[in-house]
């Protein structure tokens, strides 16, 4: 199959190799992974944010860089979220409705990861090899936009060596919401100290998650605790073998110096 990646902003500037494990997992797999190179800001910090026209050209682009393309796939749940549920209500409302019925259409062909191993190509066990006890935490766009409900456990259950421990309160949101952290920083902080806390009881060694955003909230708190529990994106986890290592890839955001 001929799948395109739709490498969302936080991957393609802070954490590449979330969408590196992507394209290695379903090369593995057997099928071709494409990147189309005319892709910029889905637009989601536009909308959420209330500029829904200022939305309107990066929907446009969007549109127009994936529609030749029949299966697109995201590691993110937020991202695909976006283009499922905004995109068409956007362009509809701008008054274009030849853009939203396009929009529709893209959405249609339009996975997060998890959705598209499991429910387009059929499987849940991908060969992954990965010794470590995990923990996952379920985001919110793709426990409630998305509906992924237990596909990412289904996947994480059948990596090998891998010991998969239930996260308590796992429903919960870590906090960061994008622009919510900087507006609502207290109620933020106090969101992610109770998500810290169920995972620290775990006991895991690494959190593991279907969106960098949640991740690079939940790791940095983390990190600035000590506490010596890793993040790492569901596509790190299923992207790993026993020949070619485990969490080879850094999993830390890349940022310039």
Do not use: W
């Amino acid at each position: 199959m001929r799948i395109a990646l739709f490498v969302t902003c936080l991957a393609d500037t802070l954490f590449p190799a979330a969408a590196k494990a992507t394209v290695r997992l379903l090369e593995r797999l057997g099928h071709e992974v494409v990147f189309p190179d005319g892709q910029t800001c889905c637009g989601q910090m536009h909308v959420n944010t209330g500029y829904q026209e200022q939305a309107v050209p990066l929907v446009r682009r969007h549109v127009r860089t994936f529609d030749p393309y029949d299966v697109i796939v995201a590691p993110s749940g937020s991202c695909v979220g976006s283009v499922r549920h905004q995109h068409a209500t956007v362009a509809r409302r701008s008054g274009d409705e030849r853009l939203a019925s396009r929009a529709e259409s893209v959405a249609g062909r339009t996975y997060e990861l998890s959705e598209l191993l499991v429910d387009v190509l059929g499987v849940t066990d991908v060969g992954a090899f990965f010794p470590h006890r995990v923990t996952y935490h379920p985001t919110c766009h793709s426990l409630r936009m998305l509906r992924v409900a237990d596909r990412p456990v289904r996947l994480l259950r059948a990596v090998r060596g891998l010991d998969l421990v239930e996260l308590p309160a796992a429903e919960q949101c870590c906090g960061f919401g994008g622009t919510f952290a900087v507006k609502n920083a207290d109620t933020s902080t106090a969101m992610l100290a109770d998500k810290m806390r169920h995972v620290l009881a775990t006991g895991a060694e690494v959190c593991t998650a279907g969106d960098s955003s949640c991740l690079m909230h939940i790791g940095g708190g983390l990190s600035r605790a000590g506490a010596g529990v890793r993040t790492v994106h569901l596509a790190e986890i299923l992207a790993s073998t026993e020949q070619g290592g485990t969490m080879s890839e850094r999993s830390e955001p890349v940022v310039a110096s």
